[in-house]
């Protein structure tokens, strides 16, 4: 019996909780900490950023809303910049055995001058559930560039989920597939080791909304984050550790009504 409710509780989630939830595309644990932004903050969502490490990097992600193991999402990513062309990929999956939600993604990034990126994300997302016969999919593309025009300032701009084309069943409509996004955003060090991040956003079940967010770096390996963003508001707060050649992030969100949601990553970079 609790198989089932949990099944119910994941099929239908996306229409009774919140809108526009996209259980998939989860910002890594850093850009969790200061309210999302994903803009200017990560590369799950801009592939643009990706052209802008310094360093190959292998990265993992886990969160988990409101305390329910059903409700946790799990992502790995490989970068690798290069001055010809960055490449990436990464899988990230939702869900469990009886209901699974999961994506494939190939990135392109290439840095086109001293204050211009672009990059490209092709993504295949497709749906495994008892509860229906046949596999839902779909293929998006995401679409992101980023503008540097001082040493201590990035904007930045993405377009995720435009175009996509709906594979398998088309009777299936799974609305958090479909979900598109556009957003501005940028991210500005104040004063040393002080970093103020924000994003304006337009998405198909929101007119406006937006995000703030802040890092502060008291030493030189450990962060605090804290941030908020909008469509209801959800206060975050976060922290990140790094250990040479490894990184690590944790975050919190709180929802007004449904509670606390945690994450984690991990970063290998070298």
């Known amino acids: 019996m609790k198989r089932h409710v949990c099944l119910l509780l994941l099929f239908?989630?996306?229409?009774?909780?919140?809108?526009?939830?996209?259980?998939?595309?989860?910002a890594d644990a850093r850009s969790i900490g200061m309210g999302g932004n994903e803009a200017v903050s990560s590369a799950l969502f801009n592939p643009s950023l990706m052209a802008l490490y310094a360093n190959r990097r292998i990265c993992t992600n886990y969160f988990n809303r409101y305390g329910v193991k059903e409700l946790g999402t799990f992502n790995g990513s490989i970068y690798f910049p290069n001055r010809i062309?960055?490449?990436?990929?990464?899988?990230?999956t939702?869900?469990?055995?009886?209901?699974?939600?999961?994506?494939l993604r190939l990135l392109l990034a290439k840095q086109l001058n001293g204050q211009w990126a672009l990059g490209i994300g092709f993504q295949y997302v497709f749906l495994q559930t008892e509860l229906l016969e046949e596999k839902a999919g779909l293929l998006s593309t995401d679409i992101g560039l980023t503008f540097s025009p001082a040493d201590n300032c990035l904007a930045a701009l993405l377009i995720?989920?435009?175009?996509?084309?709906?594979?398998?069943?088309?009777?299936?409509?799974?609305?958090d597939f479909k979900t598109y996004l556009i957003q501005i955003g940028i991210r500005w060090e104040v004063i040393n080791n002080v970093f103020i991040v924000c994003t304006?956003?337009?998405?198909?079940?929101?007119?406006?909304?937006?995000a703030v967010g802040m890092e502060y770096q008291p030493f030189t390996d450990f962060s605090i984050r804290t941030g908020i963003k909008g469509g209801p508001l959800l206060p975050s707060l976060g922290a990140g550790y790094c250990f040479s050649p490894f990184a690590v992030d944790v975050a919190i969100v709180y929802h007004p009504v449904l509670g606390v949601s945690s994450g984690i990553g991990l970063q290998f970079i070298f």
């Not at 304006?200 to 937006?210: C, F, K, L, M, S």
């Open 160 to 175: 995720m989920n435009m175009p996509s084309v709906q594979l398998g069943d088309e009777s299936i409509e799974i609305k």
């Open 200 to 210: 304006i956003e337009n998405n198909d079940e929101q007119a406006v909304t937006g």
């Open 94 to 103: 939702f869900g469990y055995d009886a209901y699974r939600e999961s994506q």
């Open 85 to 92: 062309l960055s490449f990436g990929a990464g899988v990230s």
């Open 12 to 26: 239908f989630y996306p229409y009774i909780c919140v809108p526009a939830v996209n259980n998939l595309r989860i």
